[in-house]
T-cell receptor, first 110, second 114 residues
């Protein structure tokens, strides 16, 4: 079946450093979504990418969708302690359901 | 704000018990989903429903069933709980189609089976 893998599984950074997580699918995706889950919380929707090569920004967060629509990345510039959490990508499988990646847990050291 | 409410935050059940996890959403969403979250495995889809009385198996449906008698409510049933079903269970809902505004998740139910 379709698989969505994320790397790295864990990342520790010093506050102010940049952070990137990568998402790779075994099949072409119609679109991809990104979520953030704070420690002890539930996943919260961040953004959706649809077009090949699309790039979207939300303040310090930059999201990219690969040209082949099989991979995506999330880059955080100058991390802050509020960025702590697990970041998930999710690729559309079929009409209704998204397959979630394994997540990248980010820890920011002050 | 869209709200997805799960009936219990923490639950402890005995092996062999029948367990009901309830989920209610208040934004008239067509699609509802049940995931379980385990360390290192991410979120895995158990069942989903795109309409009342409709259900489809996800990736790990074994040992589970669901019920959607009303649009706003989606129940997950563990027919005979086992220790390997100890997990965090997350309910989510989305608008019809491809859910362009993303899923809205409930706060989760941490189930422990002893």
């Amino acid at each position: 079946g379709q698989q969505v893998m994320q790397i790295p599984q864990y990342q520790h950074v010093q506050e102010g450093e940049d952070f990137t997580t990568y998402c790779n699918s075994s099949t072409t995706l119609s679109n991809i979504q990104w979520y953030k889950q704070r420690p002890g919380g539930h996943p919260v929707f961040l953004i959706q990418l649809v077009k090949s090569g699309e790039v979207k920004k939300q303040k310090r967060l930059t999201f990219q969708f690969g040209e082949a629509k099989k991979n995506s990345s999330l880059h955080i510039t100058a991390t802050q302690t509020t960025d702590v959490g697990t970041y998930f990508c999710a690729g559309l499988s079929g009409t209704y359901k998204y397959i979630f990646g394994t997540g990248t847990r980010l820890k920011v050291l002050a | 704000d869209v709200k997805v409410t799960q009936s219990s935050r923490y639950l402890v059940k005995r092996t062999g018990e029948k367990v009901f996890l309830e989920c209610v959403q208040d934004m008239d969403h067509e699609n509802m989903f049940w995931y379980r979250q385990d360390p290192g495995l991410g979120l895995r889809l158990i069942y989903f429903s795109y309409d009342v009385k409709m259900k489809e198996k996800g990736d790990i449906p074994e040992g589970y069933s669901v019920s959607r008698e009303k649009k706003e409510r989606f129940s997950l049933i563990l027919e005979s709980a086992s220790t390997n079903q100890t997990s965090m269970y997350l309910c989510a809902s989305s608008q019809s189609g491809q859910g362009r505004n993303g899923y809205t998740f409930g706060s989760g139910t941490r189930l422990t089976v002893v």
